[in-house]
């Protein structure tokens, strides 16, 4: 394969996810497209991708196309050998509706990959995510694999709903509509690690609101987390590897950490600059009396105090993939943070 000539689509390229995608794509020596919804967004891009310290140039252009539209869509991918389909929406706060998180996720995703088919694209990697896994089940001592799908049948919230319908949908469509078109997908638990810009991650903000002291504790759940940087590179390892084409990969650190031990880690390698983040657990029925008022803490109530862990063996053995530990990546993100917040003062 001649890198120089392929060019690879990477949807969403101003995401926390996408950016660090774009970077290890232009050093690895692809050409890049990445749509946005408004071409304004070209310049923070490159900024990020310098903040890499990878040259774009030439390398990387710029496709507006939104989820929600069909408009754009064909252009974006028109010469493309490869998609990352990293766009996805997941916001900070609690839709109104659910249909507001899932019918973008499921229609964009089939959006993406119509147009991967007519421009007759070899792959595409769908960014899924663990939601579409590890939600909806009972407690149980079994780490997650790859085999396990989120069960929409109990108590659910929108994002791993939206999730999991949307992975769905796009393996049924291969199926039924793909014409040989290929696709793998990748399920990160929480993205954690440096951030290049501004628009990151809900991941990202919960160690923001935990530097700012803005949680009163520590509530009794387990937290997966992985290194963006790593999450990258096995998109990159799916997008080529033959034995990629029809499978799904967990992307996880390690063990899942009990939220007290993120913070507790945060406060062994930052030392004084993480003074505001509390390390005093929270008991379950002060979450939930909590969740009968805000929206976001409600979300959580019916995880807590599940024991969850998930295995990435599958990576590892298939696609030769080591991430970073848990702690390198927990670290990297604040201390980005804590760069960023300089920077704007």
Known sequence: MNKAATTVLVTGGSGFLASHCIAQLLAAGYRVRTSVRDLRREPEVRAMIAKAAVEAGDRLS???????????????????????????????????????????????????????????????VLTSSFAAIGYGHPARTAPFDETVWSDLSGEVAAYPKSKTLAERAAWEFIEREGDGLELSAINPVGV??????????????????????????????????????????????????????????????????????????????????????????????LVRVTGWFDPMVRQIVPDLGKKKNASSAKAQRVLGWTPRSSEEGLIDAARSLIELERARA
């Open 192 to 285: 954690f690690g440096p951030v290049l810009g501004p628009d990151y991650s809900t991941s990202i903000a919960f160690i923001r609101r935990m530097l700012d002291g803005k949680l009163p504790g520590c509530p009794r759940l387990d937290f997966g987390t992985v290194d963006v940087r790593d999450v990258a590179d096995l998109h990159l390892r799916a997008m080529i590897d033959p034995a990629a084409n029809g499978e799904r990969f967990l992307a996880v650190a390690g063990d899942f950490m009990p939220v007290i031990e993120i913070a507790r880690t945060l406060r062994r390698g930052l030392g004084a600059e993480a003074n505001k983040v509390p390390v005093r657990q929270l008991p379950d029925w």
């Open 62 to 124: 710029f496709a507006v196309a939104d989820l929600e539209r069909d408009a754009g869509w064909a252009e974006a991918v028109a010469g493309c050998g490869y998609v990352l389909h990293v766009a996805s929406p997941f916001p900070a706060g609690v839709p109104r509706h659910e249909d507001e998180l899932i019918v973008p996720a499921r229609d964009g995703a089939l959006r993406v990959l119509r147009a991967a088919r007519g421009a007759r694209v070899k792959r595409v």
